[in-house]
């Protein structure tokens, strides 16, 4: 079975950074494009960014783009989102989420972020 | 690309049938052919689990009282027959006109 923790949360003063890190397992990670997904206290999903298996496409979502950046290490079967410049706004529950079949198949726990 | 849900809250009683409207603001056919409107269930304190792939296929192991259907702009996912475990928050997802990936604003099913 597909599995995805995430880690790396915790409290971070505005205008702080923080890394998360997602170790992917039971399944091939290198050939999976990869998704950071988010979710507020109590709102709706918000797609964050992604990234193709190979690191050569990656996209973000306004809110986020010059402030996080996304990146993988296929030979560690994680991927990781460096967030800067962090905001009120940022606080959130993370999602890393594998890309398959039309997107977003498989969630991990998630990691909760907060900016105060 | 906008996609808008409704209802937002959907009171069911037990054992009876519920349905979800999702509908967006443009066609979702992409230029491959493929319309990538996934469907999502999300029970408290618990991450999303995807139900439902390019509108109609059920992922492994989802109930088959769980069934999706539309096409263009409008889509439906539908419960046959509510059981307890299906609470919670229901989202659509359109992939088609992405980046970025959107998503519906949810619905909460619950039992009445």
């Known amino acids: 079975e597909v599995q995805l923790v995430e880690s790396g949360g915790g409290l971070v003063q505005p205008g702080g950074s923080l890394r998360l890190s997602c170790a992917a397992s039971e399944f091939a990670f290198s050939v999976y494009a990869m998704n950071w997904v988010r979710q507020a206290p109590g709102k709706g999903l918000e797609w964050v960014s992604y990234i193709s298996y190979s690191s050569t496409s990656v996209h973000y979502a306004d809110s986020v783009r010059g402030r996080f950046t996304i990146s993988r290490d296929n030979a560690k079967n994680s991927l990781y989102l460096q967030m800067n410049s962090l905001r009120d706004e940022d606080t959130a529950v993370y999602y890393c989420?594998?890309?398959?079949?039309?997107?977003?198949?498989?969630w991990g726990q998630g990691t909760l972020v907060t900016v105060s | 690309v906008v996609v808008t849900q409704s209802p937002l809250t959907l009171p069911v009683t037990l054992g009876q049938p519920a349905s979800i409207s999702c509908r967006s603001g443009?066609?979702?056919?992409?230029?491959?052919?493929?319309?990538?409107l996934n469907w999502y269930h999300q029970r408290p304190g618990q991450s999303p689990r995807r139900l439902i792939f390019k509108v109609s296929n059920r992922d492994s192991g989802v109930p088959d009282r769980f069934s999706g259907s539309g096409s263009g702009t409008d889509f439906t996912l539908e419960i046959s027959r509510v059981e307890a475990e299906d609470v919670g928050v229901y989202y659509c997802?359109?992939?088609?006109?992405?980046?970025?990936?959107?998503f519906g604003q949810g619905t909460r099913l619950e039992i009445k």
């Open positions: 443009q066609s979702l056919v992409s230029g491959d052919g493929n319309t990538y």
């Open positions: 989420a594998r890309d398959a079949d039309g997107h977003l198949d498989h």
């Open positions: 997802m359109q992939g088609t006109h992405w980046p970025p990936i959107t």
